[in-house]
């Protein structure tokens, strides 16, 4: 039996869908080297790891390849230094045009730390923060002024031996996004990555 040679559209389908095959394969190689950057500030995690890196393209039609960056928050200062390593790794991995944008909309909140993130922060002696408690999406409330709320009153384990006999030393850290804590129970002190 002789098989029928295909069509000049069964040939262009599948000509389509490899094309679509090679840009995403492009695209989840480009994504895989941006993911991989670690953040300046905490270099136990990788951009991915702390939810900046919010997206990757690639255009085809000029050969660029974009990387979304969502900063902790629009004044942190590491976020040139992010953009320089994420556009540093793309040209090394064989992108030539590369473009670093950042993307405030929507907003980066503590909940984007993955699972792994949190692990690497407990592990490297740092609190990582609680997931936000609100279930819609938007801004998260703020209260300004010595009042507390229930979540901020709520124990935060040590991550050194586990303990809930923690206070918090100062609202500030090592840098904005962090505060400083100490357990009661082994007396160490620890950095907490504070929920946004």
Avoid: N, Q
């Avoid at 690497?120 to 997931?131: D, F, H, M, N, V």
């Avoid at 809930?164 to 609202?171: G, I, P, Q, V």
């Avoid at 090592?174 to 929920?195: D, G, M, N």
């Amino acid at each position: 039996m002789v098989t029928p040679a295909p069509t000049t559209a069964s040939r262009a389908d599948r000509a389509d869908r490899a094309d679509r095959a090679d840009r995403t394969d492009r695209t989840d190689r480009a994504w895989a080297v941006a993911a991989a950057v670690p953040d300046p500030e905490l270099p136990m995690l990788t951009l991915a790891d702390l939810g900046v890196l919010a997206g990757v393209e690639t255009d085809d039609a000029d050969g660029t390849v974009t990387a979304w960056l969502t900063p902790t928050y629009s004044g942190c200062p590491a976020v040139a230094e992010m953009a320089a390593d994420v556009d540093r790794r793309l040209r090394a991995a064989g992108y030539r045009d590369v473009r670093v944008r950042l993307r405030l909309d929507p907003p980066w909140s503590t909940d984007l730390i993955t699972a792994e993130g949190r692990r690497k922060l407990a592990e490297a002696g740092i609190a990582p923060p609680r997931p936000t408690t609100t279930a819609e999406a938007g801004p998260v409330p703020l209260t300004l002024g010595l009042t507390r709320t229930a979540a901020a009153a709520a124990p935060v384990p040590c991550p050194h031996c586990g303990a809930a006999d923690t206070e918090e030393l100062s609202r500030f850290g090592s840098t904005a996004c962090k505060a400083l804590w100490r357990c009661r129970a082994c007396r160490e002190p620890f950095e907490r990555v504070k929920e946004i």
